[in-house]
């Protein structure tokens, strides 16, 4: 069958993309500029073929053909060659968005999973202290059965919070695995709200009790039909963003609220100040405040972003609003508000 191939690289000589049978390739290390046929075999088939290289301000394209028209004729072959880098480019920038996007989407769950880790490894050092491991290394486990009679409570409570962060771990693969599919399956089940929020506010109590902060849920009867793997990941955030950027001290709250078209589930805190020209960039990717950017340099700017993106699985939404309620704090130079984050359950097929 006739054909035409490409194989294109960068002006230093770093592979982009090709098409050319994996025995012709040789034919690119090799290349020599010829007016010529040559004579190649693809498939165990003698053909024969001509080749060709167009070079732009960008990058190389080298032109392999066995079509009869730029065989015979080499006027309309050299034609097609000096014509491949018009339609290349384009090619370059349809594979760069694609790279960008799909470096963005593993970049989000390399954030989310890192997260989950350092929660967990926060958690397994504190009950086991790495220097009494490294310290007697023949006695560990004896060191460990030691740790574990002398703290029994600690040991289940963290025994307990290493099972979440391993159902975290798995919800994130599960979100990451719909994230890359070009048509998300959703599972929706019928979920008493509470119990679900209450799963997931767990993980986070013992890094509110660190910070002082008292936390307060309310009470509902609630059943929604939703997803509940992105519904994890979109509270996961929401209540990660709480421990790092409520103010030490306070009242973190939690209540719901059924309107007539939305069931809402309102999360208010004293947290860092949102100016309002800000109100509708933290949720724009890798937007972060210069406060945020001041108690937690290393962060990314996905959370929010994250946030917002899996509550649309759920048709649900987050509202921001800044000053929800008259509270002002200064801690170490940090300003404190009265903020609220309401997520929003739009009118569902199924409402219970």
Same mark, same amino acid.
């Given at each position: 069958? %006739? ?16 098409? $050319? ?52 004729? $080499? ?11 018009? $339609? ?34 926060? +958690? ?6 790495? +220097? ?8 560990? *486990? ?8 002398? *703290? ?56 509110? !009790? ?14 929604? %039909?939703?997803?509940? !793997? ?9 209540? !990660? ?17 059924? %309107?007539?078209?939305?069931? !809402? ?88």
């Amino acid at each position: 069958m %006739e054909k035409t191939y490409y194989y294109v690289k960068q002006l230093n000589g770093d592979y982009l993309f090709d098409n $050319f049978p994996i025995e012709l390739k040789y034919l690119v290390i090799n290349f020599k500029e010829c007016r010529n046929t040559i004579n190649i075999s693809i498939g165990g088939k003698e053909l024969k073929a001509r080749i060709g290289l167009k070079k732009s301000s960008e990058f190389q394209v080298y032109v392999l053909t066995t079509e009869s028209k730029f065989i015979n004729r $080499f006027k309309f072959f050299k034609e097609l060659v000096n014509s491949s880098s018009s $339609f290349i480019k384009p090619l370059l920038s349809l594979q760069q968005d694609l790279k960008d996007k799909h470096e963005k989407i593993v970049e989000e769950f390399i954030h989310n999973a890192t997260s989950l880790n350092t929660y967990s490894i926060q +958690d397994l050092f504190f009950l086991i202290p790495q +220097d009494r491991l490294i310290g007697n290394i023949n006695k560990q *486990k004896d060191i460990i059965r030691q740790i574990i009679k002398e *703290k029994p409570n600690v040991t289940v409570d963290t025994l307990l919070k290493q099972i979440k962060y391993s159902l975290a771990t798995k919800v994130e693969f599960s979100v990451f695995e719909r994230t890359l599919k070009n048509t998300s399956v959703l599972q929706k089940t019928e979920h008493s709200i509470r119990p679900v929020v209450l799963s997931i506010l767990q993980i986070f109590i013992s890094d509110f !009790d660190k910070k002082n902060i008292e936390v307060h849920l309310g009470g509902t009867e609630k059943v929604l %039909e939703i997803d509940f !793997d992105s519904l994890f990941v979109s509270l996961y955030y929401i209540f !990660d963003n709480g421990v790092k950027y409520c103010c030490p001290r306070t009242d973190f709250k939690i209540r719901f609220s059924e %309107e007539k078209d939305s069931f !809402d589930i309102i999360i208010t805190m004293v947290s860092i100040e949102i100016k309002e020209s800000e109100r509708n960039l933290i949720t724009e990717r890798n937007y972060r405040s210069k406060i945020a950017r001041k108690i937690n340099e290393k962060g990314l700017g996905i959370g929010m972003y994250r946030i917002i993106k899996t509550l649309k699985f759920n048709n649900a939404k987050l509202e921001i609003n800044p000053r929800a309620f008259p509270m002002t704090k200064d801690n170490k130079g940090i300003k404190y508000e009265g903020n609220e984050f309401r997520v929003v359950f739009c009118k569902q097929n199924k409402w219970i």
